[in-house]
């Protein structure tokens, strides 16, 4: 007689939907944890940045779809979150500091015209002025990019985002993907549904709240994006 497979491999993780009793995805966390924790997988700051990376694109795809349905008052408060899990990815990158010379510091010129292109951005959206806060939230990415670089010298050339200082730039790409690559590990493997075993905030959870397997088809999709752009 053929054996039947036994293993109770549940989704590996993008499109969990709705199976599963909560306390199964409670177990598979549980588990996932502690081979998380024999393997001793990357360093403290790391796994931080992992879960800012996964924050971030939870936060992005569940803003653009807000946008998409006219929903502009959760995209504001989708858009208040993501700035929250940036300024902690921020400060994960800082205390990595595996990126050897002179990339502490943000420029605080930089960092001050970003809250400013941020503000401009959501004053945007509220106004339906689409193609301006598209514009913007270049502006941003390139802002955003410079203060991760590190040493992009004096703020006011940001277009062509190539210049600046390239051995910080590669290895912040390099960081980048690295916690891409992990964010997704933590996503297949405890399931959307267990999400705040591994430190995702709660508040950006609650932002997904009724979303479909499509939904984490696509955060999947923007981690895997991120991984393969090293450098």
Same mark, same amino acid.
């Given at each position: ?12 993780? *993008?499109?969990? %939907? ?10 598979? @966390? ?44 959760? *995209? ?40 400013? /292109? ?12 689409? %193609? ?21 010298? +004096?703020?006011?050339? /940001? ?10 730039? /590669? ?30 905030? +709660?508040?950006?959870? *609650?932002?997904?709240?009724? /979303? ?8 999947? *999709?923007?981690?895997? @994006?991120?991984?393969? @752009?090293?450098?």
């Amino acid at each position: 007689p053929k054996r039947r497979r036994t293993d109770g491999s549940a989704g590996s993780g *993008a499109g969990g %939907g709705g199976g599963g009793a909560p306390s199964a995805y409670a177990a598979a @966390a549980a588990m996932a944890v502690a081979a998380r924790k024999r393997r001793g997988t990357g360093d403290e700051g790391t796994r931080i940045s992992a879960v800012c990376k996964l924050e971030l694109a939870v936060l992005r795809t569940r803003k653009k779809e807000a946008v998409e349905n006219e929903d502009f008052d959760l *995209a504001l408060e989708v858009k208040r979150l993501e700035v929250e899990a940036l300024s902690r990815e921020r400060e994960a990158g800082g205390s990595g500091g595996s990126g050897g010379g002179g990339g502490g510091a943000a420029d605080p010129t930089v960092a001050a015209e970003l809250e400013a /292109v941020r503000a401009q951005k959501l004053a945007a959206v509220e106004n339906e002025e689409f %193609g301006r806060a598209a514009q913007l939230r270049d502006r941003e990415k390139a802002l955003e990019q410079q203060l991760q670089g590190g040493g992009g010298g +004096s703020g006011s050339s /940001v277009g062509g985002g190539s210049g600046g200082g390239g051995g910080g730039g /590669v290895a912040a790409g390099a960081e980048d993907a690295d916690a891409a690559r992990e964010a997704l590990r933590m996503l297949e493997e405890v399931g959307p549904q267990a999400l705040e075993s591994v430190g995702i905030a +709660s508040a950006v959870l *609650a932002c997904t709240e009724g /979303v479909d397997a499509a939904f984490w088809e696509a955060v999947a *999709a923007e981690l895997r @994006a991120v991984a393969a @752009a090293t450098p």
